[in-house]
């Protein structure tokens, strides 16, 4: 049979993100995915060099509207790193308390994603309507219900009081037993189970060979997870499972997913009875001293690690990010191959992806010689390409 | 082989709920005690160290000097604020505060340049 080539995306059917795979078709089979990056740049690191440390705390919080958290929480515990700066144990509980909500989160929201994905549209809705709980939640404690804003250089930056705590352990209840519902439904719905099984296989040596991480590595039955065998913050204090699936396909992974919201809560209860006493923040100078430092640390999709570097002054000299999902690239083409069109879309989403979090570096290479561009270089040329191959005048919009 | 409809309980008992929806904007939103909406300023307490000019990491807060003496006035460019109030937790005088306005959208983008004194 003929080979045909189907472009998917950029504007994806699926994925309400800009991304483009090439898939090789044989029938309806695919025989190899070409993965294309680069459509949704947006300049971060390049941003963060230009801006001071608290600046640019603001700035990693946005790199994604779902995990902001856990990329600030990276970048603080780069920084703290470098300045040699102790979190107090109060402030360490709060931030990992916003941290496992944000899981939760995530993973209520991926649950509903994953049914969309296969039809399920009933799932999608009542995943979504319980994961209220858990916003409402989330912006009691720091305010807002996305872009929390919880942290700052050397702790956070608000208290968490009893009465709070009260309306949390009331919600994490409610939440148990929703949760406690769903993983029947995803461990027993014959539907779900027969749509998922066997769908972008990933055996644990791929997982291992091509570098996945978090619960697309953990449903592979890799046991990765960063706040086991890297523990940072909080994570030092408190018992918790690392939950792997031997499944090795889609319904690995959500199942990894809707086990680890029931370890979350748990983690969660204890940290609101452990909360310590004391000051939630110390206070660190504007200028950080000269040094480097790497961070990981476990976003709901897997491993951030991020680097940053300082000269001594207010600034960073250098920032650079690893999100998750470009981690997990690797093993997105190797899953679809031998796969069926048709699970194209939910192979994908099983990694719960976020492509705005991929799209990194750049570099511009004109004729022979590679030059490198400075933040107004860069927007100057990007106005002025957009003028030339698309007609839009963008210079307007300072 | 189980039997498939293990929504079908819920499905059923959600018949008889009333919607999960709220019905925005005829019902205002529930505003946590430390949301972080549109800024206020207090001239009667700032002392021009614009500092919060300088930690706002949109550059959307401007302080500047008025015809009196010693009196500061504050421009927002609310289009580009990130509502993260940074310049709050700054000031050295508690001269700017969250409020918890926050429908401030607009067709116009001029219109979100708003002048406190
Ligand atoms: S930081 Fe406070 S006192 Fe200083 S200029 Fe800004 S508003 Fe005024
Ligand atoms: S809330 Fe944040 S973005 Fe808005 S003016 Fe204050 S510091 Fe700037």
């Known amino acids: 049979m003929a080979e045909i080539k189907v472009p998917m995306g950029p504007q994806h059917p699926a994925l309400k993100e800009p991304e483009s795979f090439n898939l ?11 993965v294309k990056l680069g459509y949704n740049h947006r300049g971060i690191e390049k941003a963060c060099e230009s801006r001071s440390y608290i600046q640019s705390l603001y700035l990693t919080e946005r790199v994604c509207g779902i995990c902001s958290h856990t990329h600030s929480t990276a970048f603080i515990q780069a920084v703290e790193e470098i300045a040699k700066v102790e979190v107090p144990p109060r402030g360490q509980f709060i931030r990992g308390i916003i941290g496992e909500l944000e899981r939760v989160h995530s993973h209520l929201l991926w649950l509903g994603v994953a049914g969309h994905e296969v039809g399920f549209d009933t799932l999608f809705m009542y995943a979504w309507r319980d994961r209220e709980l858990v916003m409402d939640l989330l912006a ?67 997982a291992e060979l091509y570098g996945a991480v978090g619960p697309t590595a953990r449903g592979s039955g890799v046991s990765r997870d960063t706040r086991k065998d890297d523990p940072y913050g909080v994570y030092q204090h408190i018992q918790f499972n690392v939950i792997t699936d031997q499944h090795a ?28 006493e004391g000051p939630i923040a110390v206070k660190v100078p504007r200028k950080i001293p ?24 207010e600034i960073p000299e250098r920032v650079k990010i690893r999100a998750a999902t470009l981690a997990n690239l690797p093993s997105i083409r190797h899953m679809l191959r031998g796969g069926y069109l048709a699970d194209f879309p939910i192979v994908i989403a099983a990694i719960d992806p976020c492509f705005s979090c991929t799209d990194r570096a750049i570099k511009v290479v004109q004729g022979k010689k590679s030059e490198i561009m400075d933040w107004g270089q860069l927007r100057e040329y990007g106005i002025n390409w957009y003028k030339k191959h698309r007609g839009i005048d963008l210079s307007r919009h300072q | 082989m189980k039997h498939p409809g293990k929504m079908v309980p819920e499905v059923i008992k959600s018949l008889f709920k009333k919607p999960a929806t709220t019905s925005y904007p005829k019902e205002k939103a529930m505003i946590p005690k430390n949301f972080r909406g549109k800024i206020k300023f207090d001239s009667q307490a700032c002392i021009g160290c614009k500092i919060c000019m300088r930690d706002c990491p949109a550059k959307a807060v401007q302080i500047s000097p008025t015809d009196k003496e010693k009196v500061f006035k ?10 993260c109030a940074q310049c709050v937790d700054s000031c050295p005088r508690k001269a700017l505060k969250s409020s918890s306005e926050f429908e401030l959208a607009h067709y116009d983008r001029e219109k979100l340049e708003e002048d406190q004194e």
């Open chain 1, 24 to 34: 090789i078709l044989e029938g309806e089979r695919i025989v190899d995915a070409e």
């Open chain 1, 140 to 206: 009691l404690l720091s305010g807002n219900r996305v872009n929390y804003g919880i942290n700052t250089v050397g702790g956070v930056r608000r208290d968490i009081d009893s009465e709070q705590t009260q309306q949390a352990l009331k919600t994490l209840e409610q939440l148990t037993a929703r949760t406690e519902y769903y993983i029947k439904v995803v461990t027993e719905e014959p539907t779900f189970i027969g749509r998922l099984l066997g769908v972008g296989k990933l055996s644990k040596e791929d």
């Open chain 1, 249 to 276: 396909d889609v319904l690995g992974r959500s199942i990894v997913r809707v086990f680890e919201l029931l370890e979350s809560y748990k983690m969660l209860k204890e940290m609101f009875e452990k909360l310590p």
């Open chain 1, 290 to 313: 000269a040094g480097e430092a790497v961070s990981r640390n476990e976003a709901p999709r897997g491993e951030n690690i991020h680097y940053v570097r300082s000269n001594g002054s």
């Open chain 2, 74 to 83: 504050a421009k927002f460019y609310l289009d580009r604020c990130i509502y």
